[in-house]
T-cell receptor, first 106, second 113 residues
Framework: QQPVQSPQAVILREGEDAVINCSSS?????VHWYRQKHGEAPVFLMI?????EQKGHEKISASFNEKKQQSSLYLTASQLSYSGTYFC???????FGKGTKLSVKP | KAGVTQTPRYLIKTRGQQVTLSCSPI?????VSWYQQTPGQGLQFLFE???????NKGNFPGRFSGRQFSNSRSEMNVSTLELGDSALYLC????????????FGQGTRLTVV
């Protein structure tokens, strides 16, 4: 079952904050977050595990609500380098959502 | 440490032909997953191999198949190509399971004409 991401796209000015959400209709045991820049491969950002454990990027934070089957990625004080498409992935097969396109403008 | 290598990077094929794509995972990684990426559809899971066994399969027709060799290298085959198969095919490797990070290759851009 493909997770649902929102919003589909967001435009920010440098220094602004953004939240990207990921929700699933199935029970979640872990959530992965990846970022893909145009023409490049997706790059790992973070894994959130059931029970509260997190592994990943020190400058990006995320939450995982097992009960609501949701995860949110928090991008604070955005930089130009944050631009790209963000994907959340869930399940043993690592099924990804359709992505959220983030554009950070100067 | 070398990353995930996919070959070829670009491929143009004619409808009805078949194609084989290759993926060499990071040394020591035993899990290889394949994804199809098209505009608007994101990353669609094709299948995952672990220690030469297909562990999981996505919702794709039987024309899509794969295999993994004893050195963990994986190949993906698409037979009887259709125009709709044009996409970026990505493979990802990880050490064990989906509770560890996956490393993606640069992908193979397949165009079917």
């Amino acid at each position: 079952q493909q997770p649902v991401q929102s919003p589909q796209a967001v435009i920010l000015r440098e220094g602004e904050d953004a939240v990207i959400n990921c929700s699933s209709s199935k029970a979640l045991y872990s959530v992965h977050w990846y970022r893909q820049k145009h023409g490049e491969a997706p790059v790992f950002l973070m894994i959130l595990l059931k029970g509260g454990e997190q592994k990943g990027h020190e400058k990006i934070s995320a939450s995982f609500n097992e009960k609501k089957q949701q995860s949110s990625l928090y991008l604070t004080a955005s930089q130009l380098s944050y631009s790209g498409t963000y994907f959340c992935g869930t399940g043993r097969n690592l099924i990804f959502g359709k992505g959220t396109k983030l554009s950070v403008k100067p | 440490k070398a990353g995930v290598t996919q070959t070829p990077r670009y491929l143009i094929k004619t409808r009805g032909q078949q194609v084989t794509l290759s993926c060499s995972p990071i040394s020591g990684h035993r899990s290889v997953s394949w994804y199809q990426q098209t505009p608007g559809q994101g990353l669609q899971f094709l299948f995952e191999y672990f220690s030469e066994t297909q562990r999981n399969k996505g919702n794709f027709p039987g024309r899509f198949s794969g295999r993994q060799f004893s050195n963990s290298r994986s190949e993906m085959n698409v037979s009887t190509l259709e125009l709709g198969d044009s996409a970026l095919y990505l493979c990802a490797s990880s050490s064990q399971d989906m509770n560890t990070e996956a490393f993606f290759g640069q992908g193979t851009r397949l165009t079917v004409v």
